[in-house]
């Protein structure tokens, strides 16, 4: 197997305590060699053994690729419109989904899948080498499989949100969608999907709907994860804690009995500063949820509507400004955070045996991910043991 050093790194972030210093690990002026798809070796640079090829990193930092555990990217058409309405002062609503649910609709595969490859390569860009992405836009049992399965053509993380909200064509009755939820449209996505998500939330399933979405999604294979208290307080996140869901996605509207029932759960929580940017909204307290022992992920949440950024750097930097991390602390939860929250070991970290994910930045030190705003610091991008970028 061709191997690669990578040398010359002022800064390395392995986010194994064992390896280095803190939570994240930091190595300084440290040299990794990748074996095929995987990392073989980790330490010092000074002791770094022999490999076929060289990369000199110039006294950089490097990091493992960013894990975007929460997109939307089966979609049609833009709401550009409905951003610069909320941008005059008008409120976000889920309701403005039916507009990408119409342009979904009337996509053709190829458009589908041509707009998910170019958000892929754009978000890969930026440092992202795992993503996962949601159906949720079709609603229809066709083009709900449709969009799971043009998904899972382009990523392994793929999640069935059959339950984004009551399609159109059953508004008078929910209950009979729920049912087509749980039923034929399950039926046919499950076979294209690892996860099955639900948006609990007013204006789109309450506690029960919910229950009912993720149970018969787990009867089928596939693990829960929720859009939770995102808009208002409600059942959301003590129902995916209670369910075992992977991820409780959102999080901004917590009581302290939320906070507690994460804290001694084994649901990640995950926060979408992008959602709260873009539609002005109150950021979530990532604080509380640190203090209190929860584990925190951090995502873009991109899609045409609350949140429409691929950019982890971006999502890192808003968390540290507004939601109260550490540099440390939101590097962590967008890689082994992420990963996670995606219930995966071979990613989000650099060590032995992981999967050779790399971000290579143009900065001496992972803090000037938040410290730089908006500048474009990701210089070079290791997929699978492949420079990709
Ligand atoms: O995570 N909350 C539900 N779904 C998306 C928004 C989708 C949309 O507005 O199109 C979210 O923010
Ligand atoms: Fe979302």
Redesign the pocket.
Known sequence: MPSTLIHNIRSLVTNDPALGRGPLGLVEDAAVVIEGEHIAWVGPGDRAPQADAAHDARGRAVLPGFVDSHS?LVFGGD?TQEFNARMSGRAYE?G??RT?VAATRAASDEELAANLARYLREALQQGTTTFETKS??GLTVEDEARAVRLASEQTSEVTYLGA?IVSPDYADDPAGYVDLVTGEMLRACAPYARWIDV?C?KGAFDGDQARAVLTAGRAEGLIPRV?AN?LSHGPGVQLAVELDAASA??CTHLTDADVDALAAGNTVATL?PG?EFSTRAAWPDARRLLDAGVTVALST?C?????FTSSMPFCVALAVRDMGMTPDEAVWSATAGGARALRRTDIGRVTPGARADLALLDAPSHVHLAYRPGVPLVRAVWRNGVLAV
Do not use: K, V
């Open positions: 939307h709401r889920a403005g989904i990408t949720g836009y984004h948006f939330e859009h995102q996605d959102h979408l959602a949440d899609n045409p509507g609350s949140s």
